[in-house]
């Protein structure tokens, strides 16, 4: 499979204690981004990056959340500290900027459930 | 910032009915405007989108058009069937031009039925 994957697909964890996602992106990608949805809503966004830069950060990320890309090609995003409100499928896409034309294409997701 | 409206919420039309979502964005300069599937449990996926000033594309059953003087675009599927029941979602990109972040409306749940 050459499309976007993410790990793993499902957590479940208790409030207070920390997540780390993985999400590997189309190997010739060099943009990544991270969205979150909740239950009947559209994808928001969270953060992207550019190769091993991360270009923007949502207000909706908190203290709480981090997300790196060392080498530029796969990334993580943990959150530290858990909160019940963090329950959500959280989303990576990825994307290859070619002047100023980018298409995302979406990972299959992993579904946090804080309890 | 850009602000994306999408209408219907819910629709439920009979196989082989035609189906138009339509949305609104408030950014005249975005020139991008994707529309996303997604079935239950599974990951949004690219069904069509549009660039430019091109006021209309198709692919098959499926076309978007572009009405950027009104700033609204809409998917249109033709002789649906039940397979194309799902959640549809319009975006555009919240940072300038073609690129960068997605805004995504708040989607539409489509009913076909048999």
């Known amino acids: 499979d050459t499309g976007v994957s993410q790990d793993p697909r499902h957590k479940i964890t208790k409030r207070g204690q920390n997540v780390t996602f993985r999400c590997d992106p189309i190997?010739?990608?060099?943009?990544l981004y991270w969205y979150r949805q909740t239950l009947g809503q559209g994808p928001e966004f969270l953060t992207y990056?550019?190769?091993?830069?991360?270009?923007?950060k949502s207000r909706l990320l908190s203290d709480r959340f981090s997300a790196e890309r060392p080498k530029g090609s796969f990334s993580t995003l943990e959150i530290q500290r858990t909160e019940q409100g963090d329950s959500a499928m959280y989303l990576c896409?990825?994307?290859?900027?070619?002047?100023?034309?980018?298409?995302?294409?979406f990972g299959p997701g992993t579904r946090l459930l804080v309890l | 910032g850009e602000n994306v409206e999408q209408h219907p919420s819910t629709l439920s039309v009979q196989e082989g009915d035609s189906a138009v979502i339509k949305c609104t964005y408030s950014?005249?300069?975005?020139?991008?405007f994707p529309w996303y599937k997604q079935e239950l449990g599974k990951r949004p996926q690219l069904i069509i989108d549009?660039?430019?000033?091109?006021g209309e594309k198709k692919d098959q059953r499926i076309a978007v058009t572009l009405n950027k003087t009104a700033k609204h675009f809409s998917l249109h599927i033709t002789e649906t069937q039940p397979e194309d029941s799902a959640v549809y979602f319009c975006a555009v990109p919240g940072g300038s031009g073609n690129t960068g972040k997605l805004i995504f409306g708040q989607g539409t749940t489509l009913q076909v039925k048999p």
């Open positions: 190997s010739e990608h060099n943009r």
């Open positions: 950014d005249s300069a975005s020139n991008y």
């Open positions: 896409a990825s994307s290859q900027r070619q002047g100023y034309q980018e298409t995302q294409y």
């Open positions: 990056f550019q190769n091993e830069a991360q270009l923007e």
């Open positions: 549009i660039r430019s000033n091109v």
